[in-house]
């Protein structure tokens, strides 16, 4: 139909899928035939064995050599996220591989307890484990979900514009106040300096801003009377009030998205760490302590 | 009866001073003649502490000037000693009103004081030096001024900035920038957009305008100016206002008028031309008339300075001086077959290659310097299809071969001797259609794709036939099939080019035309209107044709084909090429394939709308959105898919950390529709707008077809302002910052990204270096294995790079609907 050139060379897609669809489900397909192949061989084993497969079997050594190289290297996604190198590769075929296996760790993990648990630093580690995972969960949730409601509440409007939004309502707030007495000066300093606009982790995460100095400074204004010279001055500033009002809002519920965007990585980061500590107690005391 | 100077200088840019400091050294009697009260008014004028660049670095200085690359002040200074200390005879605020007379005895009439009277005269007032004037009653009055220099030297006035663009805008910002100055500022702008300033300059233009800073006053003319007053036209009457200062910024224009009234000609009536010029600068219509520096067609300083030294020598009589660019010709022809001297060559492709013919020698140095003569073997490939190439190539010498098959590299059409080739690629802009072998041994100069449009507007001949050849190429190129140009003479014969504006249809639906379009160069968009509203089907790139059906089925239109940018296409009559098409049965089963083809893809669309009409008309928007957005001319875009993108910043961390420390994209600009997100990053337009005026030819395409800044930016900022998607940011990059390592395990530097400016404050301080603006553009990555940072650094797979004809194809139906 044309006449230019194929589009050769590199990167340039016509179609794309995101991370969990990657390359056709591949590394979905790869943890599952992994897990499906180590069920049956545990079970096959199971048989075999004298008693039931523990982590002190052959078994239970490829099974566990085999999590612990993957906890290894699922946690190398850190780095690799960061080490921007100019050879070929591919974050999201990383970060897909990294869903999928990590996802498949709790089944390969689970196999290497032989179902033995207890009040002890193996167990322990197990659980970090299975917590790193469910925040993970939870960060595949959110980013399958998320994406849609942060742009939608955004639409073209970049964070940068938000903040000068709202610097640009307290300067025309300031302004427009100069006529009004101490009192009505006093409401709308209140509005201009004390309003914040994310505050506390919990609050940003949960979007309600009950003691917004915004608000209260528009439940106020909204009480002066409007008689005399003033009347329309008041007027102005509630206008300018509720437009502060909206756009606060706007900015904290982008806040919000991006928050819980973002929440499950102060568990699933630290976890990680913890369970590195936890897998090198593990390895030491189950080799030092036989 | 006054002094009659041997030789008077006009203007005092780095052209002027530089040869009125070499007339002072040589002892000739000299006068510089400046119409302001400084030297250099240009550069004087640069704002405060601006880092002016010395490119090109290969070029040798040859000056009693010196110049080297610093800060504004510095050169001023350095070139105010150099002129006091080489006795030039300086004559400042004269401004020249005619000249008249003849070498020999030229008269230069001023404005005030008595005319002086020169044997010779070199003109060399630049291009920068005349401002459009306040044409008003009271224009005149001393309180109106054309620049500003500091605008914290005002307090407490009423200032009138007049001009809506980017110099009108920042002048106005930069006088509330201070609120404690107490200006009362008022914007005047004729229009009611301000369509040639940059988009941040009028965002913050109208958010300073609605929080009460500054006045702005649009659709709106001066119609008096008196001392402390201003009054103004406005659409709802005329109204005079309190004004103590008037600072007019309507632009500038080069004084060709003024130049053409001494009777100095020039090449052409195209706006861009230059006077045309003997080797030794000679005006070729007034002898005695010497024309330098931009005014000539020459914008670097180091250039301007050099001509105003050989031009003296010149004036003196020194007809044996070697240019300053001739060790630089040299090597560039060094390695070349024939033993010939610079001006040999010169001479030679001068006369060989057809489009040269009409350049002046001094011309050909110029365009010989910005060119490469290269020889080739027989059987050398010159370019290769596919390859991303704009330049033109003319044949000094020998012929080359054309491989028209891609699948037979055998079948090949000969260009002969001073022919040119590659001129498809110059006009579309898009890859090479063919590979291009030397027949036998050859001489080739290729032309990179501005110095070929300079020559093109400099020379009519050049452009005719530039324009003749490639539209019989294009013809043989797009229908091939074994034509030759003896079949389509009578085709090319009724042939017309023409221009479309974007949105112009050149085919409407139901139109009972039949001609057939070829687009050479832009691209076009096909609708079809289905269920009462018109729907995208396809996308034409330049390079392709339309408007088959009609023509060869004598049925009315049925689909109207409109332009998705500014385009141009050559209108071929259907008559001739039907008698073509029965010459050519080849020819004619060819076009009936395709036409098939294209017939397939339409009746597709119609019958996915009856059973997936949300899924044709989600895709008939989503093509109409990013047409809109421009992508009709991008060659390579970056889109963001929202669906998936977590706005984690990782692909702006990335293109930071492959490329300085700064980051060229910025993902949450720009605009959005149906999930995909259009952010303000470089799309590599088929004809960047960037590369229209860079002085030191610093923007080019690279092997992948990204558009580049090379080391050469000099900073003006020029496609900064030329670029209508700002994409382009003037920045410096950052010092280096301490490795991932060491900030993952110690906490040490800024981290992954571009780092925050009080970081880069407090680091460039330590670093204590002086280092300037340069432009700074995405430049996909070039040179790097894996391709573009941005899209590989993505972990959800949310950026994706993609070409508009690809990207625009029906495919995207099938995967909504399906």
Same mark, same amino acid.
């Given at each position: 139909?044309?006449?230019?050139?194929?589009?050769?060379?590199?990167?340039?897609?016509?179609?794309?899928?995101?991370?969990?669809?990657?390359?056709?489900?591949?590394?979905?397909?790869?943890?599952?035939?992994?897990? /499906?192949?180590?069920?049956? /061989? @545990?079970?096959?084993?199971?048989?075999?064995?004298?008693?039931?497969?523990?982590?002190?079997?052959?078994?239970?050594?490829?099974?566990?050599? /085999?999590?612990?190289?993957?906890?290894?290297?699922?946690?190398?996604?850190? /780095?690799?996220?960061?080490?921007?190198?100019?050879?070929? @590769?591919?974050?999201?075929?990383?970060?897909?591989?990294?869903?999928?296996?990590?996802?498949?760790?709790?089944?390969?993990?689970?196999?290497?307890?032989?179902f033995q648990f207890g009040w002890n630093v193996h167990t322990l580690a197990y659980a970090l484990m299975m917590l790193v995972i469910a925040s993970g969960g939870f960060g595949i949730w959110a980013y399958t979900v998320m994406p849609h409601r942060l742009s939608a509440n955004r639409g073209e409007i970049t964070r940068r514009q938000m903040l000068d939004t709202l610097e640009s309502l307290d300067g025309q707030l300031q302004e427009a106040a100069q006529p009004l007495d101490r009192a009505g000066a006093a409401i709308v300093r209140h509005s201009v300096q004390d309003t914040q606009i994310g505050g506390a982790f919990w609050q940003r995460l949960s979007g309600s801003y009950?003691?917004?100095?915004?608000?209260?400074?528009?439940?106020?204004?909204?009480?002066?009377?409007?008689?005399?010279?003033?009347?329309?001055?008041?007027?102005?500033?509630?206008?300018?009030?509720?437009?502060?009002?909206?756009?606060?809002?706007?900015?904290?519920?982008?806040?919000?998205?991006?928050?819980?965007?973002?929440?499950?990585?102060?568990?699933?980061?630290?976890?990680?760490?913890?369970?590195?500590?936890?897998?090198?107690?593990?390895?030491?005391?189950?080799?030092?302590?036989? | 009866?006054?002094?009659?100077?041997?030789?008077?200088?006009?203007?005092?840019?780095?052209?002027?001073?530089?040869?009125?400091?070499?007339?002072?050294?040589?002892?000739?009697?000299?006068?510089?003649?400046?119409?302001?009260?400084?030297?250099?008014?240009?550069?004087?004028?640069?704002?405060?502490?601006?880092?002016?660049?010395?490119?090109?670095?290969?070029?040798?200085?040859?000056?009693?000037? %010196?110049?080297?690359?610093?800060?504004?002040?510095?050169?001023?200074?350095?070139?105010?000693?150099?002129?006091?200390?080489?006795?030039?005879?300086?004559?400042?605020?004269?401004?020249?009103?005619?000249?008249?007379?003849?070498?020999?005895?030229?008269?230069?009439?001023?404005?005030?004081?008595?005319?002086?009277?020169?044997?010779?005269?070199?003109?060399?007032?630049?291009?920068?030096?005349?401002?459009?004037?306040? !044409?008003?009653?009271?224009?005149?009055?001393?309180?109106?001024?054309?620049?500003?220099?500091?605008?914290?030297?005002?307090?407490?006035?009423?200032?009138?900035?007049?001009?809506?663009?980017?110099?009108?805008?920042?002048?106005?910002?930069?006088?509330?920038?201070?609120?404690?100055?107490?200006?009362?500022?008022?914007?005047?702008? !004729? &229009?009611? %957009?301000?369509?040639?300033?940059?988009?941040?300059?009028? %965002?913050?233009?109208?958010?300073? +305008?609605?929080? &009460?800073?500054?006045?702005?006053?649009?659709?709106?003319?001066?119609?008096?100016?008196?001392?402390?007053?201003?009054?103004?036209?406005?659409?709802?009457?005329?109204?005079?206002?309190?004004?103590?200062?008037?600072?007019? !910024?309507?632009?500038?224009?080069?004084?060709?008028?003024?130049?053409?009234?001494?009777?100095?000609?020039?090449?052409?009536?195209?706006?861009?031309?230059?006077?045309?010029?003997?080797?030794?600068?000679?005006?070729?219509?007034?002898?005695?008339?010497?024309?330098?520096?931009?005014?000539?067609?020459?914008?670097?300083?180091?250039? =301007?300075?050099?001509?105003?030294?050989?031009?003296?020598?010149?004036?003196?009589?020194?007809?044996?001086?070697?240019?300053?660019?001739?060790?630089?010709?040299?090597?560039?022809?060094?390695?070349?077959?024939?033993?010939?001297?610079?001006?040999?060559?010169?001479? $030679?492709?001068?006369?060989?290659?057809?489009?040269?013919n009409g350049l002046s020698p001094l011309q050909m140095r110029e365009f010989l310097l910005d060119s490469e003569v290269r020889a080739y073997k027989a059987g050398d490939p010159i370019f290769v299809r596919n390859e991303q190439g704009s330049s033109l190539f003319g044949i000094a010498s020998g012929s080359v071969k054309v491989e028209v098959d891609p699948s037979n590299p055998n079948v090949t059409v000969p260009i002969g001797e001073s022919s040119i080739f590659g001129e498809v690629g110059l006009i579309s802009g898009r890859r090479r259609g063919a590979t291009i072998r030397a027949a036998d041994a050859c001489i080739c100069v290729e032309i990179p794709r501005m110095a070929?449009?300079?020559?093109?507007?400099?020379?009519?001949?050049?452009?005719?036939?530039?324009?003749?050849?490639?539209?019989?190429?294009?013809?043989?190129?797009?229908?091939?099939?074994?034509?030759?140009?003896? %079949?389509?003479?009578?085709?090319?014969?009724?042939?017309?080019?023409?221009?479309?504006?974007?949105?112009?249809?050149?085919?409407?639906?139901?139109?009972?035309?039949?001609?057939?379009?070829?687009?050479?160069?832009?691209?076009?968009?096909?609708?079809?209107?289905?269920?009462?509203?018109?729907?995208?089907?396809?996308?034409?790139?330049?390079?392709?044709?339309?408007?088959?059906?009609?023509?060869?089925? +004598?049925?009315? +239109?049925?689909?109207?084909?409109?332009?998705?940018?500014?385009?141009?296409?050559?209108?071929?009559?259907?008559?001739?090429?039907?008698?073509?098409?029965?010459?050519?049965?080849?020819?004619?089963?060819?076009?009936?394939?395709?036409?098939?083809?294209?017939?397939?893809?339409?009746? $597709?669309?119609?019958?996915?709308?009856?059973?997936?009409?949300?899924?044709?008309?989600?895709?008939?928007?989503?093509?109409?959105?990013?047409?809109?957005?421009?992508?009709?001319?991008?060659?390579?875009?970056?889109?963001?898919?929202?669906?998936?993108?977590?706005?984690?910043?990782?692909?702006?961390?990335?293109?930071?950390?492959?490329?300085?420390?700064?980051?060229?994209?910025?993902?949450?600009?720009?605009?959005?529709?149906?999930?995909?997100?259009?952010?303000?990053?470089?799309?590599?337009?088929?004809?960047?707008?960037?590369?229209?005026?860079?002085?030191?030819?610093?923007?080019?395409?690279?092997?992948?077809?990204?558009? $580049?800044?090379?080391?050469?930016?000099?900073?003006?900022?020029? =496609?900064? !302002?030329?670029?209508?998607?700002?994409?382009?940011?003037?920045?410096?990059?950052?010092?280096?910052?301490?490795?991932?390592?060491?900030?993952?395990?110690?906490?040490?530097?800024?981290?992954?990204?571009?780092?925050?400016?009080?970081?880069?404050?407090?680091?460039?301080?330590?670093?204590?270096?002086?280092?300037?603006?340069?432009?700074?553009?995405?430049?996909?990555?070039?040179?790097?294995?894996?391709?573009?940072?941005?899209?590989?650094?993505?972990?959800? &797979?949310?950026?994706?790079?993609?070409?508009?004809?690809?990207?625009?194809?029906?495919?995207?139906?099938?995967?909504?609907?399906?």
């Amino acid at each position: 139909m044309t006449q230019t050139g194929v589009q050769s060379g590199r990167v340039r897609q016509r179609t794309h899928e995101g991370f969990l669809r990657h390359k056709g489900f591949r590394w979905a397909i790869v943890a599952t035939g992994l897990c /499906v192949a180590a069920i049956g /061989v @545990y079970f096959f084993a199971a048989q075999s064995l004298m008693e039931a497969p523990s982590g002190g079997s052959w078994l239970g050594y490829i099974l566990g050599t /085999v999590s612990a190289g993957l906890i290894v290297w699922l946690a190398c996604l850190g /780095v690799r996220k960061r080490a921007v190198s100019d050879g070929h @590769y591919s974050l999201k075929a990383w970060v897909s591989a990294h869903v999928y296996l990590g996802l498949s760790l709790t089944v390969l993990a689970t196999l290497h307890t032989g179902f033995q648990f207890g009040w002890n630093v193996h167990t322990l580690a197990y659980a970090l484990m299975m917590l790193v995972i469910a925040s993970g969960g939870f960060g595949i949730w959110a980013y399958t979900v998320m994406p849609h409601r942060l742009s939608a509440n955004r639409g073209e409007i970049t964070r940068r514009q938000m903040l000068d939004t709202l610097e640009s309502l307290d300067g025309q707030l300031q302004e427009a106040a100069q006529p009004l007495d101490r009192a009505g000066a006093a409401i709308v300093r209140h509005s201009v300096q004390d309003t914040q606009i994310g505050g506390a982790f919990w609050q940003r995460l949960s979007g309600s801003y009950s003691n917004c100095a915004n608000k209260q400074s528009l439940d106020q204004i909204r009480t002066l009377s409007r008689t005399g010279a003033s009347g329309e001055v008041l007027v102005k500033i509630e206008e300018l009030m509720q437009q502060k009002a909206d756009a606060l809002a706007l900015a904290r519920r982008q806040m919000r998205i991006t928050g819980l965007l973002e929440v499950w990585l102060f568990v699933h980061i630290p976890a990680t760490f913890a369970l590195l500590a936890a897998l090198i107690a593990h390895i030491v005391s189950v080799f030092a302590y036989w | 009866m006054a002094e009659v100077y041997k030789v008077a200088i006009i203007g005092s840019g780095p052209a002027g001073l530089s040869a009125a400091a070499h007339a002072a050294r040589l002892g000739l009697s000299h006068i510089l003649i400046e119409k302001t009260d400084h030297l250099s008014d240009t550069i004087y004028r640069y704002q405060k502490g601006k880092h002016v660049m010395a490119t090109p670095s290969v070029l040798v200085l040859r000056s009693d000037c %010196d110049f080297d690359a610093g800060k504004r002040e510095k050169i001023l200074d350095q070139w105010n000693q150099d002129v006091a200390a080489a006795g030039v005879n300086v004559k400042f605020n004269a401004d020249v009103k005619a000249i008249t007379g003849d070498k020999g005895a030229f008269v230069i009439e001023l404005k005030t004081g008595d005319p002086v009277q020169a044997e010779n005269i070199i003109l060399a007032v630049g291009t920068q030096g005349n401002p459009n004037l306040m !044409r008003c009653e009271g224009g005149d009055l001393p309180h109106v001024q054309y620049q500003l220099d500091d605008p914290g030297e005002y307090t407490d006035e009423h200032i009138f900035v007049i001009g809506g663009g980017d110099a009108g805008i920042e002048n106005a910002m930069g006088l509330i920038a201070d609120a404690g100055q107490n200006n009362t500022v008022t914007l005047l702008n !004729r &229009g009611a %957009d301000f369509p040639t300033a940059k988009k941040p300059n009028v %965002d913050g233009l109208l958010a300073a +305008r609605d929080a &009460g800073r500054i006045g702005v006053l649009t659709e709106s003319n001066t119609a008096l100016v008196e001392p402390g007053w201003i009054t103004v036209e406005t659409p709802q009457g005329s109204t005079r206002y309190k004004c103590d200062r008037i600072i007019a !910024r309507m632009g500038a224009a080069p004084p060709r008028a003024f130049v053409e009234a001494a009777g100095v000609a020039f090449a052409s009536p195209d706006r861009t031309a230059f006077p045309t010029l003997t080797p030794t600068f000679e005006s070729t219509t007034k002898p005695g008339i010497y024309v330098i520096g931009a005014l000539a067609g020459y914008p670097l300083i180091k250039h =301007c300075m050099n001509q105003g030294y050989d031009v003296v020598e010149y004036i003196n009589g020194n007809t044996s001086l070697e240019a300053a660019d001739e060790p630089l010709l040299k090597d560039k022809l060094r390695g070349l077959p024939g033993n010939k001297s610079v001006a040999e060559w010169l001479e $030679f492709l001068r006369s060989h290659v057809e489009i040269l013919n009409g350049l002046s020698p001094l011309q050909m140095r110029e365009f010989l310097l910005d060119s490469e003569v290269r020889a080739y073997k027989a059987g050398d490939p010159i370019f290769v299809r596919n390859e991303q190439g704009s330049s033109l190539f003319g044949i000094a010498s020998g012929s080359v071969k054309v491989e028209v098959d891609p699948s037979n590299p055998n079948v090949t059409v000969p260009i002969g001797e001073s022919s040119i080739f590659g001129e498809v690629g110059l006009i579309s802009g898009r890859r090479r259609g063919a590979t291009i072998r030397a027949a036998d041994a050859c001489i080739c100069v290729e032309i990179p794709r501005m110095a070929a449009l300079k020559l093109m507007s400099q020379v009519p001949e050049a452009r005719e036939t530039v324009n003749r050849i490639t539209t019989e190429r294009q013809v043989l190129q797009i229908f091939k099939s074994g034509l030759t140009p003896a %079949d389509i003479k009578d085709v090319l014969a009724g042939a017309e080019v023409k221009d479309v504006k974007p949105g112009e249809a050149i085919i409407t639906e139901g139109d009972l035309s039949d001609d057939l379009f070829i687009i050479r160069s832009g691209s076009m968009i096909v609708e079809k209107t289905l269920g009462g509203k018109p729907m995208f089907m396809s996308y034409v790139p330049a390079g392709s044709y339309s408007g088959e059906m009609a023509m060869i089925e +004598r049925s009315p +239109r049925s689909t109207t084909v409109k332009a998705a940018i500014r385009s141009t296409v050559v209108k071929l009559p259907a008559g001739p090429f039907r008698e073509l098409l029965k010459r050519k049965p080849e020819l004619d089963k060819r076009m009936r394939d395709e036409m098939k083809a294209r017939r397939e893809i339409n009746a $597709f669309v119609e019958s996915q709308q009856d059973k997936f009409a949300g899924a044709v008309d989600m895709y008939s928007s989503v093509a109409n959105f990013l047409i809109k957005q421009g992508i009709g001319e991008a060659t390579d875009v970056l889109l963001i898919d929202e669906s998936l993108c977590v706005g984690c910043d990782n692909c702006e961390k990335a293109c930071a950390d492959s490329h300085d420390g700064l980051s060229r994209l910025n993902r949450e600009a720009g605009t959005t529709f149906a999930n995909i997100h259009v952010p303000t990053s470089c799309r590599h337009c088929e004809h960047p707008h960037c590369m229209s005026d860079c002085p030191p030819n610093a923007i080019r395409r690279g092997p992948d077809g990204e558009v $580049f800044i090379s080391d050469a930016c000099i900073g003006c900022g020029n =496609c900064q !302002r030329a670029c209508p998607y700002g994409v382009i940011q003037m920045d410096k990059p950052p010092p280096p910052k301490p490795s991932l390592l060491k900030w993952m395990l110690f906490g040490m530097g800024p981290g992954p990204g571009q780092p925050d400016y009080a970081w880069r404050k407090k680091a460039a301080a330590k670093q204590n270096s002086e280092s300037p603006k340069l432009a700074i553009k995405c430049d996909m990555c070039s040179g790097k294995s894996g391709g573009p940072a941005c899209v590989r650094a993505c972990p959800t &797979g949310a950026a994706i790079r993609v070409s508009p004809d690809a990207f625009l194809s029906v495919a995207r139906i099938e995967r909504s609907a399906g």
